[in-house]
């Protein structure tokens, strides 16, 4: 019980009351624009979430990418989509070759500064683009496309995958780790439709109640899994509409 109660004091105290506070101040104080509001909150709360929740499931995601990485002859092409902070940096093998996709400009910061607590990897080039249109990405170029928490905020999702199936190589690998719409009927889902409106608002255009699997099995890829499951700990019961998620790969 004590070290719940010292997380939840931790989640409120150093989270959910900075964020209210940079919420206020940010928008009426100093006009902060939202891409830059929202790239100071991702880098603080998501890498809360991945340190104490992700971890796990992250791990048995990308222990297949080591795998790859040794029947792969020289670099180890990787592109990320929506690097956000760079929080996947320590999962990608050694002889990393990774080109970043982020729109947001104000995320810069974060990703490179854990870039360089990542020295096996090789940055081949940054763009700030969205993943629905790349066309400065050629064509089967790539052996592996990461992609975590993103789906469910670009505004077409089918044109995503059409894009990650382009630029990867024939054979290739796309792996993916996202929160989910709960299932039809259910209480959580019920929640979800009625938070959208709010939560997308603030938290840049992220959709609570996005039904990704569906695009994942209409998709071109040869093969798709994927694992879809609800997180257990405190924190997704008290915040019960974020318990879906579902994380795997696809294959071109």
């Known amino acids: 019980m004590a070290r719940v109660d010292a997380e939840i004091s931790y989640f409120i105290f150093h989270l959910i009351l900075p964020f209210s506070i940079a919420v206020c101040i940010a928008f009426y104080v100093f006009g902060m624009n939202s891409q830059k509001l929202h790239s100071v ?24 990418l080591h795998d790859l990485r040794l029947k792969t002859k020289g670099p180890f092409n990787i592109l990320e989509i929506g690097v956000g902070s760079g929080l996947n940096f320590q999962y990608y093998p050694q002889g990393t070759h990774l080109t970043c996709v982020d729109p947001n400009p104000y995320n810069d ?54 894009e990650v199936n382009r630029v990867l190589k024939p054979g290739g690998t796309f792996f993916f780790f996202e929160h989910v719409a709960g299932k039809r009927g259910s209480v959580t889902r019920m929640s979800q439709n009625i938070l959208q409106k709010i939560f997308g608002y603030v938290s840049c255009g992220c959709n609570l109640n996005r039904e990704t699997s569906t695009f994942l099995d209409s998709s071109t890829f040869r093969s798709v899994q994927y ?14 509409f974020a318990r879906p998620f579902l994380y795997g790969t696809a294959v071109k």
Not at 140 to 150: A, I, P, R, Y
Not at 227 to 240: A, H, K
């Open 41 to 64: 909150l991702q880098s603080r709360i998501l890498k809360w979430m991945h340190c104490n929740y992700f971890e796990k499931d992250k791990e048995l995601l990308f222990e297949h």
């Open 109 to 162: 910061y974060y990703w490179k500064k854990n870039l360089q607590q990542n020295k096996h990897i090789k940055l081949v080039a940054s763009l700030h683009a969205y993943a629905e249109f790349m066309p400065q990405i050629k064509s089967n170029s790539f052996d592996v496309v990461v992609c975590t928490c993103t789906l469910c905020t670009v505004k077409d999702p089918p044109a995503v995958l059409n």
């Open 227 to 240: 694992r879809e499951y609800s997180q257990n700990t405190w924190i997704f019961w008290l915040f019960f």
